[in-house]
């Protein structure tokens, strides 16, 4: 069964402001450890081409720069788990927990994770990388007041998981100041250490 096969393998959790770089790092791990990458924020924004009434919610809900309702995430996140479980050297996921209370439900529901990963960066270099995203990218999400906002949520929320975090499992904070490679050479470190 699910729980099962889901022992087998090493769950990580990528978490950190918006723009730190979280997908960006993810990318690069895919390429080097062949992990299975889950963003929750792309498996939410692929539920935005639907015209149904919970995808004109998850559309508002990400206009406004706030979090998605846990159950909604989690039901979308269990389902990409389910559907690559048989054939994944473990899974990569991406922007999951953004408030203490998706990190509870997912150790009750699925499981803890073995490492998490908190990409550090000021909310100066997380500004500036999303408004140079917003000239390329026709994201939601890509506007000045949005931002704002954004960082705000992650502030109230999103920062109160690194503790939850800190006495359960390894931690492991990144410098995500620098280059994509910079960056990546510590990420691995903290892989490398766990595997
Ligand atoms: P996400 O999709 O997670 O969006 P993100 O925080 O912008 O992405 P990321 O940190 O991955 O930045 P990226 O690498 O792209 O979330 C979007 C929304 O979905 C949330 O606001 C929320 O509403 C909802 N949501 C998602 N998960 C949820 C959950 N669990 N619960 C509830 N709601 C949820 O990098 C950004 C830019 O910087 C790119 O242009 C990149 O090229 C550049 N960049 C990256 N690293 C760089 C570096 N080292 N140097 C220079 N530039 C860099």
Not at 5 to 17: A, H, T
């Amino acid at each position: 069964g699910f729980m099962e096969d889901l022992r087998k393998c090493k769950i990580i959790f990528m978490i950190g402001g918006p723009g730190s770089g979280k997908g960006t790092q993810c990318t690069k791990l895919v390429e080097k450890y062949g992990f299975t990458h889950l963003s929750t924020g792309e498996l939410l924004r692929n539920e935005l081409s639907s015209e149904s009434e919970r995808s004109k919610l998850i559309r508002d809900i990400m206009e406004r720069g706030d979090l998605v309702p846990t159950g909604i995430v989690l039901a979308l996140l269990k389902e990409a788990m389910i559907a690559s479980l048989s054939d994944t050297k473990g899974f990569l996921i991406d922007g999951y927990p953004r408030e203490v209370k998706q990190g509870e439900e997912f150790g009750r529901k699925i499981g803890d994770p073995h490492l998490v990963i908190c990409m550090d960066c000021s909310a100066d270099t997380m500004t500036n990388r999303l408004l140079q995203r917003s000239q390329s990218s026709p994201r939601v999400d890509n506007n000045t007041r949005t931002i704002v906002k954004r960082l705000e949520t992650y502030y109230r929320a999103s920062i109160p998981v690194v503790a939850y975090y800190e006495t359960k499992t390894q931690l492991h904070k990144i410098n995500a100041e620098g280059t994509p490679e910079e960056v990546f050479l510590q990420v691995c470190k903290a892989i490398d250490s766990i595997f």
